[in-house]
């Protein structure tokens, strides 16, 4: 099974509404990484917050990590029709060149 | 700098071919890692390689293999292709020391199809 699962699968909201998606996985790890995917295309990387770091901002994007969980979070604020994609996260796994990505969240923006 | 390219970028085959795809990564870096993404599976880690060497590899099939040469450019061969190979294959690439488990830079990926 993968080693991040993404909740929820699907997101649909309004514009400059915010929308929170989270992500768990299971092995120890040395960061966790966000990437945007538009339909088919290449991935985007969003953000990266160590294992050390409990909360990361970037503009819109706000990321939390709870090592004792297991557990992120991806917030967007004041979303855009623009914001529309797939989200994943990515764990690089402890001790490994491993980079695992989760199932993804679908995001949908209405104007 | 210019991004991450992969060639081609879509490519149709019959199974049993074989098939060879091409990543050049961002200039100076030197891992290159590789992902096969399907609707089925998500995204899985095929491999990834640091000057030349493959220090990590997914679990597939020996029927996929891959290289990296002095130029850091990467290359991913896939033989006796099968209908379940249909997906889209990203390559990225990673300046980091740590290479795999640093931030990845990802090219626009090759859609291969399988009749």
């Known amino acids: 099974s993968q080693q991040g699962e993404e909740d929820p699968q699907a997101l649909s909201i309004q514009e400059g509404e915010n929308a929170t998606m989270n992500c768990s996985y299971k092995?120890?790890?040395?960061?966790l990484q966000w990437y945007r995917q538009n339909s088919g295309r290449g991935l985007v990387h969003l953000i990266l917050i160590r294992s050390n770091e409990r909360e990361k901002h970037s503009g819109r994007l706000r990321v939390t990590l709870d090592t004792s969980k297991k557990s992120s979070s991806l917030l967007i604020t004041a979303s855009r029709a623009a914001d529309t994609a797939s989200y994943f996260c990515a764990t690089g796994l402890y001790n490994t060149d491993k980079l695992i990505f989760g199932t993804g969240t679908r995001l949908q923006v209405f104007p | 700098k210019a991004g991450v390219t992969q060639t081609p970028r879509y490519l149709i085959k019959t199974r049993g071919q074989q098939v060879t795809l091409s990543c050049s990564p961002i200039?100076?870096?030197?891992?290159v890692s590789w992902y096969q993404q399907t609707p089925g599976q998500g995204l899985q880690f095929l491999f990834e390689?640091?000057?030349?060497?493959?220090?990590n590899k997914g679990n597939f099939p020996g029927r996929f293999s891959g290289r990296q040469f002095s130029n850091s450019r990467s290359e991913m061969n896939v033989s006796t292709l099968e209908l379940g190979d249909s997906a889209l294959y990203l390559c990225?690439?990673?300046?980091?020391?740590?290479?795999?488990?640093?931030?990845?830079?990802f090219g626009p990926g090759t859609r291969l199809t399988v009749l």
């Open positions: 390689y640091f000057s030349e060497t493959q220090r």
């Open positions: 092995t120890s790890i040395n960061n």
């Open positions: 990225a690439s990673s300046g980091g020391i740590t290479g795999g488990t640093d931030t990845q830079y």
């Open positions: 200039s100076g870096h030197r891992s």
